[in-house]
C-alpha cells in the first residue's frame, strides 16, 4: 500500500516538474503550470489505476485461472493471491471430486446393492449391482420415485412401515419359477428424511437353508425307519415267549437293520470328511491295477451273498495292457471309495445272471476312464441330473433292501469334483446302465 502511495507521490511530483519547466520555457505563471501538471499526473495515474483494476475484475469474474493479467504494483499482488486463492480452490475441488468418484466407484464395485432416496423417497442414485437386483435403470430412473418403479406388494408394505428392523426378502428382478432370485432389501434413514436401500441376492443362501433343511430332515427319516423296526423287535423279544429259533431270526432282523444304521453313519461321515477336509495331495498314487483288483474281488463277495447260493453275476474287469503301470494321483481311499461305490451299485441293481463290465482306457484326450457297465434294470432319463443328489433314489425300496443309503452317488461325485475329475452317467430303462470316471491328463501317470 506504500508503494503505492509512493507511486501516486512521484508521479505528482513528476507531473509538477513537467509542468514547471513548461512554464520555464514558455515565460507562463509558473505554480498555474505545477499545479496543471499534477493534476494531468494524478488524473493520468487515476485511469491507468482503474484500467488495472478493470482488468482484475473481468478476470476475477470470469474465473479463468489461464487468463490472470500479468501486472506489476499493488494490482499484480492482488490479481496473484486471487490466482492463488483460485488455484487452492480448485484443487480442492477436483480431490473432492476424485474422493466422491472413488467413494461411488467403490460402492458400484460392492457386491450388495445400494440406492439412495431422497426425502420424497425418489431415486437419487443406485448402483448397477441394485439395479440388476430391482430391474431399475442407474441412469433413465434417476428422480424416479422408488415405488412407481417397483411394484412388489412386499416391498411396498415395507416401504410403508415407519421403522423396519429386519430385513425384506422379495422375488428379484430376474426372478423365473424354474430359476428363482431372492432378493434381501434393507432400509435405512439418513440426514433429513433421506433414505439407504441396501440390497443382497439371498438366493443361494435360501438355497443352502432349504439344502440343510432336506437335509436333516433326510437323516432323520432315513434313522428313524431301522430305529423304528428296531424297537418293535425289541418290544416282541420282551413281551413274546419265542423258542429259540424264533429269538434267532428276530435278532438276526435287528441285525440287518443295525448294518444299515452303521452304512449310513458311516456314508455321512465320508461325505462329511470328504466337505471338509482339504485338497487332495496330488503326490499320493494308486496303482489303477490295485484299484481294480480290489473292487473286483468286493463285486464278486457281494454278487455270492446277494445270490446266497444261486446263480449269480457275470463279471469282468478289463485292462488295457498299456495301462498295466498306470497311476492315480490323489487320495487312494477316495479313489477307491468312489469305484467301490459304482461297482457295488452295479452289482445291487442288477439282476442275478446279468452283466458286469468294468474297463480301463485312455481317451483320445488323453484322460483316463473307468467304466463300470451292467445290464440291470437301467434309469429313465429323467432321473439321471438327480442321481447324484444326497438321499436320491429311483426306487426306494430297492436301494433300501439291498442296504443302500442314497449318499453313494453324491460321494462318487465329491471324490471325483475334488480330483479335478468327473462321473459321466448313462443309461436306458430295461438294457442297463454306464458310470464313467473321467480323470485328465494332469491327475494320472504312467510309471516307467
Ligand atoms: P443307493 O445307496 O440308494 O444305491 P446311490 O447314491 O448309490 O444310492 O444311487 C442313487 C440311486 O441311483 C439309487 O437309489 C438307484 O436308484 C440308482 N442307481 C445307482 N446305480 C444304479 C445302477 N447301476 N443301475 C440302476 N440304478 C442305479
Redo the contacts with the bound molecule.
Sequence with gaps: MISRFLSFLSLLVFGSAIGYVWAVIGEKQQSLYLLIGALLAGLFWVLVDAWRGYCVRSWLRQGDLAMAPQMSGWWGVLSDRARKLLRDRERRIAAGEQRLKDFLSAIQASPNGVVMLDANAQIEWSNQTAATHLGIHPERDLMQRVGNLLRDPVFAAYMALEQPVEPVVMAGHRHRVSRPVRISVQRHRYGEGKQLLLTRDVTMLEQAEAMRRDFVANVSHEIRTPLTVMSGFVETLQTLDLNAEEQQRYLALMAMQAVRMQGLVEDLLTLSRLEGSPAPNFANTLPLTSLLAACESEARGLSDTIANGAQTHLIQFEINPSLDHAMLMGEPRELQSALS?LVT??V???PAGGRIDVSAAQEADASLSIAVR?T????AAEHLPR?TERF????RS??RESG???????IVKHVMQRHGGNLLIT?ELEQG?C?KLIFPASRWRITP
Excluded at 376 to 379: E, L, P
Excluded at 392 to 395: K, N, Q
Excluded at 404 to 410: R, Y
Design positions: 461305490n451299485n452295479a445291487r441293481y442288477t451292467d440291470g434294470a437301467g434309469i442321481l436320491y433314489r429311483v426306487d430297492r436301494s443302500g443309503t442314497g449318499l453313494g452317488l453324491a443309461s446302465s458310470f
